[in-house]
């Protein structure tokens, strides 16, 4: 950065002033050239939840494949006057709710732990990270049985040596144990968004606080946290896009049962176990909504909690 | 200046070692409560690693630690399944997905980003709502297209979309290129750059980070995902990936514990090495592209 400040001539202005007149005619005409194909990418994206729209009014189900008809609103009016679709979205609320907040507030814990330098810091992030990296569906399985098995479960295991009597998690507590499995799974993605959001942070800013006599409570609080707002924001929004999805854990582990059925579940049972294409379809787009809805509330209302009603 | 040392130093000698005192207690429940939290994570892990190790029988008992160390286990995986054409399948569709997704949403991501038109807010939100889509939504109106096209039963229903753009990369590399400075846009477009070429000479270099860790993830997510290639290669054993394998050596082993874990060590092993060496790149990529 120069600090001195050159006065244009005015020729210069001229010459510059046409200048950026042919070059916005250029561009104009570069970008003429390229927005369709952008317009078209941006439409191929959208071309499975076109066909997914199209198929929800279907009158389609595979055990008669002969009947396909359409039926204009008749999957939509199954979906919000059956029984399934509150309980399912109540269960996908309580489920992606309570593991984002979890996975979200551990993963903070460990970004804070990990961004200070210490030797094996490497290592150290990449162990943590591993949870993360584990194929889900294996993932599922671990815990589903190396874990919280009645019988030889680590868990019940560790209850015992402190004296508690062991508990059937997979069918007496499926919520739980879903809970619990989602957010050691997702503690990692949440952690590393927020130490990409920690090491961003000034470190003279805060060096200068603690001169100032502020606390490493209060720096945290009306420092760090205000920063990683846009850290959190994003990384509860791409996890409750990827929570809200979950699947794997809930076909291995519950199969939907015990207050499990997510959306995302329900509407694979109606696919691929009901085989009613267009009912699940229509599940589909109204999950989509939801997800639409979820998300907006969610980064809405958790900032008001998180940053005591801070700037903005 | 040595008296007054002499008389203050053994009050500030004691006030600061108890405050050292009450610092190093601090450090060590801190220490303490963060070690025990970091190995409660762990733990999982550890028993897969170390059930890898044990006997059959012995993986079925309560016992942690292997009563001797069967590292055959691991070459047992090998004589049992076809891992190798599975990794060799699981790496087609990993990498070529990851290429085409680079291929593809970077130049819209970058439309999304940086070129103004109208419309393109509501081409971001159709690409959030794309990103949205549950995966098992699509799945039956995209089988029955791509059955229409005779590809079902091998891994190209899967990788040819990426080729098309992705909305989960699009929006990660959009929330990056978005931290450009446009000064360095404007500098080139008088420089009489065409727009493609701006994306290439100065969007994509500074945007490295940011691509890489979009990269990783595409690569992860095909890596890891199961219910893809089961849909389209379930009945076809010959174009199995990882994922799909690693399932069926459960059913047809019987449960054998011991080869199972060993085997989600293998599967897990290319991505844990692959962040391990990535790591650094990924959090800077994210840092840059978490901004706004």
Do not use: C
């Not at chain 1, 889900?136 to 295991?157: E, R, Y």
């Not at chain 2, 087609?92 to 038109?117: D, E, F, N």
């Amino acid at each position: 950065m120069t600090t001195t400040i050159e006065v244009p001539t005015a020729t210069q202005v001229h010459r510059a002033t046409q200048a950026g007149i042919a070059h916005k005619k250029k561009a104009r005409a570069s970008r003429a050239l390229v927005l369709p194909a952008l317009v078209f990418s941006v439409i191929l994206t959208q071309v499975p939840f076109l066909v997914t729209i199209y198929f929800s009014l279907l009158n389609w189900n595979q055990l008669r494949p002969s009947e396909i008809k359409f039926a204009w609103f008749k999957n939509y009016a199954v979906v919000f006057t059956g029984p399934d679709f509150l309980p399912s979205l109540f269960a996908t609320v309580v489920i992606t709710g309570s593991s984002v907040i979890l996975s979200l507030l551990l993963g903070l814990f460990f970004a804070v732990l990990l961004d200070r330098k210490f030797v094996g810091r490497g290592l150290a992030r990449t162990l943590m990270i591993t949870p993360f990296l584990v194929m889900p569906a294996a993932a599922a399985l671990i815990w589903k049985w190396s874990l919280l098995d009645v019988n030889v479960g680590m868990v019940n295991w560790a209850l015992h040596l402190v004296g508690l009597s062991a508990i059937a998690w997979n069918t007496d507590l499926p919520v739980v144990t879903i809970i619990m499995m989602l957010t050691w799974q997702y503690t990692p993605f949440m952690m590393l968004i927020l130490l990409a959001g920690l090491q961003s942070q000034s470190r003279e800013v805060l060096e200068a606080a603690s001169v100032d006599g502020a606390g490493p409570w209060r720096t945290f609080q009306w420092m760090t946290l205000p920063h990683l707002r846009q850290y959190i924001e994003i990384a509860t929004l791409l996890g409750s896009i990827m929570l809200l999805q979950a699947f794997d854990p809930i076909a291995i582990m519950t199969k939907g049962t015990g207050g499990t059925k997510t959306l995302s579940y329900l509407l694979y049972e109606r696919a691929f176990i009901g085989l009613d294409v267009g009912q699940a379809a229509a599940f589909g787009v109204v999950t989509v909504a939801v997800t639409i809805g979820v998300a907006t509330i969610a980064l809405r209302t958790l900032f008001k909690v998180f940053i005591n009603g801070g700037e903005r | 200046m040595a008296i007054a040392t002499h008389a203050g130093a053994p009050l500030t000698r004691t006030k600061s070692s108890q405050a050292k005192r009450r610092d190093f207690l601090a450090w060590i429940a801190l220490h303490a409560v963060a070690i025990a939290m970091a190995i409660g994570f762990l733990a999982p892990l550890v028993f897969v690693l170390l059930t890898a190790f044990m006997t059959d029988q012995q993986a079925l008992t309560k016992d942690l630690w292997p009563q001797t160390w069967q590292w055959q286990n691991f070459g047992a995986v090998f004589e049992k399944a076809p891992l190798l054409r599975y990794f060799g399948q699981s790496l087609t569709y990993s990498v070529l997905s990851t290429v085409g997704m680079l291929i593809s949403s970077v130049p819209i991501a970058y439309g999304l980003a940086r070129l103004k038109w109208k419309g393109r807010t509501w081409a971001f939100y159709l690409v959030i709502v794309a990103m949205m889509l549950p995966p098992q939504v699509i799945a039956v109106p995209m089988y029955v297209l791509w059955a229409k096209a005779g590809l079902t039963g091998t891994l190209w229903p899967l990788i040819i979309p990426n080729f098309f753009g992705d909305a989960f990369s699009i929006f990660l590399i959009r929330q990056f290129l978005i931290s450009i400075p446009q000064s360095y846009i404007d500098a080139a477009r008088i420089d009489g750059a065409s727009e493609l070429g701006i994306l290439w000479r100065i969007v994509i270099p500074m945007a490295k980070p940011g691509l890489a860790a979009a990269a990783l993830f595409m690569f992860l997510r095909t890596w890891n995902d199961y219910f893809g290639p089961l849909l389209y290669t379930g009945e076809s054993p010959a174009n199995w990936t990882l994922s799909v394998g690693l399932a069926s050596f459960r059913s047809v082993h019987q449960v054998q514990w011991n080869l199972t874990m060993a085997a989600t060590v293998l599967v897990m092993l290319p991505v844990i090495i692959l962040f391990f060496f990535a790591q650094k790149s990924f959090i800077e990529g994210i840092k840059l592209s978490g901004v706004k």
